[in-house]
Every structure is written in structure tokens, then in C-alpha cells.
């Protein structure tokens, strides 16, 4: 048996983990491993693949980052491709792949990735490639999946930011406005912002609105509270506005960020408080995954090869009440796991005062 392995996306901590439980589990039961180099982008070059050993991921549980590399810009559906007169396209070379992994007799890929990579993998699982997936993403959106690996370590190091931010907003008596990521879900935000006694959580569920959180300011004022704690999912608009981008190249998906400098000018302007803004970026996904995303990384990526092990292809490995479930992967194309209004941390962030913005 002969497996690759490719992460896709954006980072995550705990991916070294996963790659490291997939290749040990494999080489274990006498397979061979191939890592593919920095996305399904250099399937097209003259060495698409790093051959795995237990050297290759000897110590790695720890380390941040993804030791295969990865590309946003790596859907073979939409490769970015120079034309002639210089100017960038994007073309699909989707069979090109499907003939590499023909010519290494590759016999299934396990795809560790976020929804774009599980709705690259329906469509290659189309094309005749068995493909086991494992759920990988900060902001916590896979669909029929509790838990994505990088989750809790974003969380926590969004908390401890969050709270050290509070000590000054305090000090300087400011609105502080911190922007998490977390794309259209508000999961980081809601569960940072709770963690870190935020006074106000904005997430994309919410549709926010600027009198909500003024009222919320001025009874803070009121009861000499002379600081308020903002946190925004990256995501996040006003009832009356449009999620904020900064645009997307070719290739690529639309980069989100600029709503916590809206909410502070506006802010600042109805309540005449100073306020700044922190855009907490990548510290959310760089560095070394937490004891958590490095179990449940290690426990997705051998379960990914007990699947292969089976000739169950084609399913994503997910946490469905703290237990390992498998669903199919084309059921969960084009969907996202969204905030519940109704889960019990919405109406947590309700009971202890957090101010929602609606
Ligand atoms: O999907 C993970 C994520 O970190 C999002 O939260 C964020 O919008 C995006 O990736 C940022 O991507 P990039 O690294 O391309 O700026």
C-alpha cells in the first residue's frame, strides 16, 4: 500500500502531529508514505513528493507550522497560471494530478485540511482518487464536525492576548477593539471573548449594531467602568453593512480584516472615548499546538489510516460527542458549521452580560 499525504490551506497548529500519527501508523502496518511538497501545487513539478520515514517525523508532535509546507493557491481546479502576455488566470490541471498519483501507484491521499480542501477532495474523490480526510482549521467551521485541530490553541492564544489587552485598556481608560480570524464563523471570537471577559463579542451570526454597543459603553460608564473590551470576529458586519476585505488575488480566497478600525472610528465618534484597535492575525495560528490539538491531531491522523486500513475512503474523520465518527465527504461540500444561537455558550455569553451587538 502506498499513501501521500498533503496539507492544504492555511496553518494550523497540531498539523505536524497528524502527519506524524498518519506516517508512524502507516509505516507501522509495512506501507509506504509520501508527503506531498507545499500543496497539490507542486504535483506539476519534477519531485511533487518527500518519501516519509520515522526520521521524517521524529519530534515534530510539537512544532508548529506543517513540516510538508502548504499553498493557499493550490486548488487544482483553479491553478493560477501565467498567460502568455503575463497577466495571471486560473486553469483546472485536476487530471494532471490524478495521472501523478497513477504514475507513483499512490493508492489514497490523506487530505488534512479545512472546508476548501474538503470541497477540493468531493471533487477529486469524483475523479477516482480514494481519499480519507482530516479536519484541520482554526476557525473551527468543518461542517459535522465538534472540533477542528488548531482550534484550541487559537482559542487560548487569543485568550491570553485578550487579557493582556485588558490591563491596559483599563489603565488608559479605552475602548480596545480586537480582531480575531475565524473567516464567517464566530468561534473564535465567541469562545476568546467569553474565556477573556470581553464586554462585548461581535461574531458573523450577529448582524451587530452600533446602538447596542454604545448603551453597552455608556452603562459601563455609568457604573464607573471607564474601559470597554471589544472583540470582532474578523467576519463580522453591522446590521446595515457588508463583511470588510482587503480583496483576493488570483488563485485565492478573499482576505478578510479591517472591521475592528470601523468599529473603533465609529465608536469613538458616538462616545468621544479614545479607542485602538488590535488585529491579533497570525499569532493565532503560528507555534506550538496545545496539549489538546496535539491529541486530537495525533487520534485524527491514525484514525485517517485505520480508514485506509478498512478501504473506507472517501470519509472525513470528525468528533462527534467526544467520539471518532467518519462522514462522507461529499456530504459535507459547500457547507460550513456556523455559531448556534440557541447553543448553551450563546446563551452563556447572554446570562453573564456579554453584549452580543444585537
Ligand atoms: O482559515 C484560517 C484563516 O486563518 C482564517 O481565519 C483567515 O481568514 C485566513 O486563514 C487567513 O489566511 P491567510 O493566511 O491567507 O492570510
Redesign the pocket.
Known amino acids: 500500500m502506498k499513501i501521500a499525504i498533503n496539507t492544504g490551506?492555511?496553518d494550523a497548529p497540531g498539523l505536524n502531529a497528524a502527519i506524524r500519527a498518519a506516517t508512524l501508523a502507516a509505516l507501522k502496518r509495512g506501507w509506504e508514505v509520501y508527503g506531498i511538497k507545499n500543496g497539490y501545487g507542486s504535483i506539476y513539478t519534477d519531485e511533487p513528493f518527500i518519501k516519509m520515514d520515522a526520521e521524517t517525523v521524529h519530534g515534530i508532535t510539537m512544532q508548529g507550522g506543517t513540516i510538508l509546507g502548504t499553498a493557499?493557491r493550490g486548488n487544482p481546479f483553479e491553478m493560477p497560471h501565467q498567460k502568455e502576455d503575463g497577466t495571471w488566470t486560473t486553469k483546472d490541471v485536476s487530471d494532471r494530478l490524478v495521472k501523478t498519483f497513477k504514475e507513483y501507484d499512490i493508492d489514497a491521499l490523506i487530505a488534512i485540511g479545512?472546508d476548501g480542501s474538503m470541497n477540493i477532495a468531493s471533487k477529486l474523490i469524483k475523479k477516482g482518487i480514494n481519499i480519507v480526510g482530516v479536519p484541520k482549521?482554526?476557525?473551527n467551521d468543518i461542517y459535522g464536525c465538534d472540533v477542528t485541530l488548531g482550534f484550541d490553541t487559537a482559542i487560548d492564544i487569543a485568550t491570553e492576548a485578550i487579557d493582556r489587552i485588558t490591563t491596559t485598556a483599563e489603565s488608559h481608560h479605552r475602548l480596545m477593539v480586537v480582531e480575531v480570524?475565524?473567516?464567517y464563523a464566530g468561534w473564535i471570537a465567541l469562545y476568546a471573548g467569553i474565556a477573556s471577559s470581553a464586554d462585548v463579542v461581535l461574531i458573523p451570526e450577529i448582524p451587530f449594531s452600533y446602538d447596542s454597543i454604545e448603551e453597552k459603553i455608556k452603562e459601563r460608564e455609568a457604573n464607573g467602568r471607564h474601559y470597554t473590551m471589544i472583540v470582532v470576529a474578523?467576519g463580522a458586519k453591522a446590521q446595515d453593512g457588508e463583511v470588510v476585505t482587503k480583496g483576493k488575488s488570483v488563485g485565492q480566497q478573499v482576505?478578510?480584516g479591517g472591521i475592528a478600525d470601523r468599529i473603533a472610528d465609529e465608536l469613538s465618534e458616538r462616545t468621544g472615548k479614545e479607542s485602538r484597535t488590535v488585529v491579533l492575525g497570525?499569532l493565532q495560528?503560528g507555534g506550538s499546538p496545545s496539549t489538546y490539538d496535539r491529541l486530537i491531531s495525533l487520534r485524527f491522523g491514525a484514525a485517517a489510516i485505520r480508514c485506509v486500513q478498512e478501504h473506507d475512503y472517501n470519509k472525513l474523520v470528525v468528533l462527534q460527542d467526544n467520539q471518532l465518527k467518519r462522514v462522507p465527504i461529499t456530504s459535507i461540500e459547500g457547507k460550513m458549521k456556523s455559531v448556534s444561537l440557541d447553543s448553551d455558550t450563546v446563551q452563556t455569553a447572554r446570562d453573564i452580560g456579554v453584549c452580543l451587538g444585537d
Do not use: V
Request: without cysteine; hydrophobic residues 20%; neutral net charge.
Open positions: 490551506g492555511g493557499n479545512g482549521t482554526i476557525d480570524m475565524g473567516r474578523e482576505q478578510l497570525h495560528r
